[in-house]
């Protein structure tokens, strides 16, 4: 399947790199989210791009940047990780509906962070 | 106490067999429920919608339970296939989507 594509799948990196994920999205959806999935620990929701607006949880460090140039694309700009930033990265698109009722999300396969 | 809780397993079970899983959550407010399937290293998929009437689809089967907060899935005639880790994912109004830790499934020969 390749609804939704990330690059790259795997990525290695030091604690003073500086790195960008990519996500696109080929199934026409309007809104796009940034996942963190830790060992054995639930999907945190990360950020939020739907229409234009921005939602991000609070508890995100601002090591961790997103942008949204246009709906079918958004990455992630890291820089200065820690070690505990070690997870995998989904990015995920659905289609927001009007009255603002959930849909469902479609994950892209991922992005392995290693920070050394 | 956790938004989402579920047991994590894992639940190991023969082929042919029904297994079911429950999902508690916290937030009264819930709206829509969900559950997902992860295979291992792979991304999650959704597998169904909860409605509030209950919904099979095939060998699956949802049921939400409002009253005491819980969603329930049902596997029957257990496959080789099914063998991932089901996460149940509650939504409480716009993009607050929680996703509970899951529940492994290993179906054996």
């Known amino acids: 399947e390749t609804g939704v594509t990330q690059t790259p799948r795997h990525l290695v990196m030091g604690m003073t790199n500086k790195k960008s994920l990519k996500c696109e999205q080929h199934l026409g959806h309007n809104a796009m989210y940034w996942y963190k999935q830790s060992a054995k620990k639930p999907l945190e929701l990360m950020f939020v791009y739907s229409l234009e607006e921005r939602v991000e949880n609070n508890s995100v460090p601002s090591r961790f940047s997103p942008e949204c140039p246009n709906s079918s694309h958004l990455f992630l700009h890291l820089h200065t990780l820690q070690p505990e930033d070690s997870a995998l990265y989904l990015c995920a698109s659905s289609q927001r509906r009007a009255g603002d009722w959930p849909d469902t999300q479609y994950f892209g396969p991922g992005t392995r962070l290693t920070v050394l | 106490r956790k938004e989402v809780e579920q047991d994590p397993g894992p639940f190991n079970v023969p082929e042919g067999a029904t297994v079911a899983f429950n999902c508690t959550y916290s937030n009264s407010a819930s709206q829509s429920f969900f559950w997902y399937r992860q295979d291992c290293r792979k991304e999650p998929k959704l597998l169904m919608s909860?409605?509030?009437s209950g919904n099979e689809d095939g060998r699956f089967t949802a049921q939400l339970n409002r009253a005491s907060q819980y969603i329930s899935l049902l596997i029957r005639d257990s496959k080789l296939s099914d063998s991932a880790t089901y996460l149940c994912v509650v939504n409480t109004g716009g993009f607050k989507t929680i996703f509970g830790a899951g529940t492994r499934l290993f179906v054996k020969a």
């Open positions: 909860v409605y509030s």
